[in-house]
C-alpha cells in the first residue's frame, strides 16, 4: 500500500502540474523510493495502436519508478482537448466523484512510498454539473501539492487556490513555482518572497522554463524534505 498519498493541483490550467508532478517523482526515485503517479482524467488523447494515450499520462509513467499498465495511470481517457467535463459530455460518458474515488483508492492499494494523484485544470474544475474534482481528494482526506506558475496574476491565484482547500478541509502540504515561459516576469524575487510568507505551506522548488523536458535537471531543483516529513 502506498505509504503517502498527496493530490496535485494547479492554481489554473496549464500551468505545469505534470511537470511538477513528473519532478517530483524523479526526485523521490532518485532518493531511494518507490513512486507511483497517476491522472484519473485526461483530455485531449492522441488515438495510437495502443488506445487513447496522453502524453502526460505517459510522462507519468515514464518518471515513475514502479511499472504498470498505462490504463492504471489514466483510467480516464478522452480524446478532446477541452474541459473534462464538456469532453465527456461531447463523448456521451458521465464522470463521478466515486469512480474517481475508486480509481484512486485501487492504486493506493499497490507498494510504493509516494503516490501522486494529478488533477485537471484547477481546484473547481467540474467533474458534472453537481461535483468539481475538489470533492476526489476530500473523499480520500489526503494533502494537496499546490502548483504556481511564476506570471503576472499569479499571487492572487495562489492565495485563493489555497483559501479554497483550506476551505475544504484539506491541507496544503506543499507548493512549487513553475516558469512556464522563458522571459522571466516581472519582479519574480518579490512575487516569490510574497509567496513564502503568505502562503500556508513550504515552497518545495522554483523550476525552471524548459524548451525540452529534462527531469533530471527539475528533479535537482527540488527539496522534498518537507513533503516527506524530514527535518531540514
Known sequence: MAKRTFFVTGTDT????TLVSAAILRAAGQAGLRTLGMK?????CDDTAEGLRNEDALLLQEAMTETLSYDQINPIALKPAIAPHVAAAQEQRVISAQRLVGFCR????????LLLIEGAGGWRVPLNDRETYARVPQAL???VIMVVPLQLGCINHALLTAEA???DGLKVAGWVANRPSPETMSCESDTLDYL???LPAPCLGVLPWQADVDLAVLAEALELGPLLGERP
Do not use: F, L, T, Y
Open 196 to 198: 513564502r510568507s503568505h
Open 141 to 143: 482526506e489526503i494533502p
Open 40 to 44: 484519473p482524467i485526461a483530455s485531449g
Open 14 to 17: 496549464g500551468v505545469g502540474k
Open 165 to 167: 482547500i483550506r476551505s
Open 106 to 113: 485501487g492504486m493506493q492499494m499497490q507498494p510504493a512510498d
